[in-house]
């Protein structure tokens, strides 16, 4: 299957995944999201750092957080 993504599709994709937790401090998921912990674990995307990235960053963060599980 073939498909062609913009960048708004590249961050949808990313919103849609979290990283598992050994991904938290890696350096390139770390510039465009954080942990926050504390009673609820959850990850937090940087909106404006997604949308300042390259497509083919976006689709290394990506399938880094997809292949993590």
């Known amino acids: 299957m073939i498909v062609e993504l913009d960048q708004k ?18 350096p390139v998921i770390s510039l465009y999201g954080r942990h926050i912990g504390g009673f609820v ?22 399938t880094l957080c997809k292949n993590s599980w």
Do not use: C, M, T
């Open 9 to 26: 599709d590249l961050i949808a994709l990313v919103k849609g995944v979290n990283p598992d937790s050994n991904l938290f401090e890696h």
């Open 41 to 62: 674990d959850e990850w937090e995307w940087n909106i404006k750092s997604l949308r300042e990235a390259s497509d083919e960053v976006l689709w290394a963060v990506y």
